[in-house]
């Protein structure tokens, strides 16, 4: 199987990078927060009960433009509600402000224990404050143990990990969440990350050698029969940034007919990570690697 290199195919551009990723709820919910509509936002999230499913939806309303100017309102206006603080939360994260994140998501979980994307929060504020390894795997099974395969928790571990440049823990910690996962389960991406994390880590001149290895080629077409290329598997809110991040891991492993495969089905739904590893538009590397891949498969 061959390795991928960079050559001067021609690319066709496709949208930019959505942050609503194609979801129509999001983009109604991306607007009620630009007009600071919280009852709206508010009545949004009264019908969403999947922690996953919320987890997305917070993103997706922490990356509205203009979070900071108004979101203290809110808290002001409920200051029995936890949707508002959570929100704040993850817009402090974005912005690298740990220790209002923190403050936040203790109150949060103090009112309710059992608000999984809080605790996800929580795992990715270890990341921000620079938490040690055990305070981050106690907030990590804090999560899981509200709900066992909040994907998440699982990828802000992970993440947790790979900053920490561990990143043969990291793999051992996608095998693992992966071999207790049933199928169809979206915790498979965990494996394709973990390769693509030590792909990112190594010299440029060793990354080919990497990702083409048959190892990794093995275990990443595994990964993926094991959840997106399942039966069982189920596309839910944000899906694009699961079949986006197999993608450039099979481009990257020469695994072309898988990574086509991943092309055919994200369509124009490029996301930024981890395009942005190869070029700095996402949007660039996501076309190039693409038509590669296309043209690659026709001759």
């Known amino acids: 199987m061959r390795s991928f290199s960079r050559h001067g195919s021609e690319m066709v551009t496709p949208s930019a990078v959505d942050p609503c990723m194609d979801d129509d709820g999001a983009r109604?919910?991306?607007?009620?927060m630009r007009r600071h509509d919280w009852r709206a936002v508010r009545g949004f999230f009264a019908g969403i009960e999947d922690p996953d499913d919320r987890s997305f939806y917070i993103g997706v309303c922490a990356g509205a433009p203009g979070v900071q100017d108004w979101i203290t309102e809110w808290c002001?206006?409920?200051?029995?509600?936890?949707?508002?603080?959570?929100?704040?939360?993850?817009?402090a994260l974005t912005r690298d402000a740990a220790a209002l994140a923190e403050e936040c998501l203790a109150e949060v979980v103090a009112r309710d224990e059992k608000d999984a994307p809080a605790r996800a929060l929580l795992?990715?504020?270890?990341?921000?404050?620079?938490?040690?390894?055990?305070?981050?795997r106690e907030r990590f099974d804090e999560a899981v143990r509200v709900h066992p395969g909040h994907l998440h928790a699982h990828t802000r571990m992970l993440a947790y990990l790979q900053a920490r440049d561990a990143h043969d823990d990291a793999l051992a910690f996608a095998h693992e969440a992966v071999s207790t996962a049933p199928k169809g389960s979206p915790l498979g991406v965990l494996v394709a990350e973990a390769h693509i994390g030590r792909w990112r880590s190594l010299p440029t001149a060793r990354r080919g050698a990497y990702m083409s290895g048959d190892a990794v080629r093995a275990d990443l077409v595994a990964a993926a029969g094991d959840s997106i290329r399942s039966s069982a598997y189920e596309a839910r809110p944000g899906?694009?940034?699961?079949?986006?991040?197999?993608?450039?891991a099979f481009v990257m492993a020469g695994e072309v007919r898988w990574a086509a495969k991943q092309f055919e089905v994200i369509g124009d739904r490029v996301t930024e990570r981890p395009w942005d590893a190869y070029r700095d538009d996402p949007v660039e590397a996501f076309a190039e690697l693409r038509e590669w891949a296309r043209t690659w498969i026709d001759t």
Not at 76 to 91: G, M, S, V
Not at 128 to 133: I, P, Q, R, T, Y
């Open 28 to 32: 109604r919910l991306r607007e009620s």
């Open 239 to 248: 899906w694009p940034a699961i079949h986006n991040a197999f993608a450039f």
């Open 76 to 91: 002001r206006t409920q200051p029995k509600a936890t949707l508002p603080l959570t929100i704040r939360a993850a817009h």
């Open 123 to 136: 795992v990715a504020a270890a990341i921000a404050g620079d938490l040690d390894e055990a305070e981050a």
